[in-house]
């Protein structure tokens, strides 16, 4: 039986925004990139799908259910991933 593989997060952020650099270094320091999808707002597209999920701050984290904006407020959640032994390879 294998196990279900886990959700991916989309991590929407600015290249030239300090805030999202910080997002950014948080889920590479913690090896999260397997976990996190980059989504890069100066695309149509991904402005677009950040939007319709209630953006208007970045960096933002999308965790499948709810938006989670701001720096602050995405460190926090992927510190929960990491705290829950995601980061235990």
Excluded: C
């Amino acid at each position: 039986m294998s196990t279900p593989e886990s959700p991916v997060l989309e991590l929407f952020h600015r290249i030239a925004d300090p805030p999202s650099a910080t997002a950014r270094r948080f889920v590479t320091d913690h090896a999260l990139e397997d976990r996190v999808r980059f989504r890069n707002l100066t695309y149509e597209e991904v402005e677009k799908d950040w939007r319709e999920r209630g953006g208007h701050t970045s960096p933002a984290l999308w965790d499948g259910s709810r938006l989670h904006q701001g720096a602050e407020a995405v460190v926090a959640r992927l510190m929960a991933v990491v705290n829950l032994g995601r980061d235990d390879a």
